[in-house]
């Protein structure tokens, strides 16, 4: 029997309309959807639900605040803790998901059905972001590749054969987390269950997980 995980990616707060620092556009929508998939006989397809949070200290590196310009501007990063001179480029934001904040929290209704899964399916929560010297997209790793999370090991220590992402940001923390998770395991991103910071780019965005692996789907019926 194929087990399953389904990772649901940063519904948090500071995502969502109306009153989100960083509200992706209509994000707030697939909140009910995504509860349902975690209640009842659906929860019964999951050997495991793992729900990701940014977790950002107040002088995060990514904030636009901490250098002085407007948000989505973009700025050179050179690699942490390192003397060989590598840099990214990358996107300052809005202050967002600061940590123990009322931004930072899970969706009310999807923190409470997770909350009532209980002991019917193993469950985690996984932060990311903490590390104020660097930016974190992937639920696995920053985006140096240097820091990792313990989401690699939940899934080996739960014997996952799948993982299925919902969830925010279909071009930014879902794409990086569905795409790092496909080098070890099959991935599948519902995309219907997933809003992008920019859609009109979502062309690209799917080329992007498919390249890298990724399986497109518009409903968890068709994995099944």
Known sequence: MVRRALVVVDLQEDFLPP???LAIKEGRSIVPRINELIKGEQLRQWALVVATQDWHPANHACFASQHGVEPFTQREFARPQSEAGEKQMQVLWPDHCVQGTHGSRLAPSFADAFERIGDKTKTAVVRKGYLQDREFYSCFQDCWGLHHTEMESILQENQVDQVVFVGLA????VLRSAVDCAKKWKSFVVKKLCKSVSPEKEDETDA??????????????EIL
């Open 170 to 173: 279909y071009d930014y923390c």
């Open 19 to 21: 009153d989100g620092t």
């Open 208 to 221: 992007t997980y498919r390249k890298n692996g990724v399986v497109i789907v518009d409903d968890v019926s």
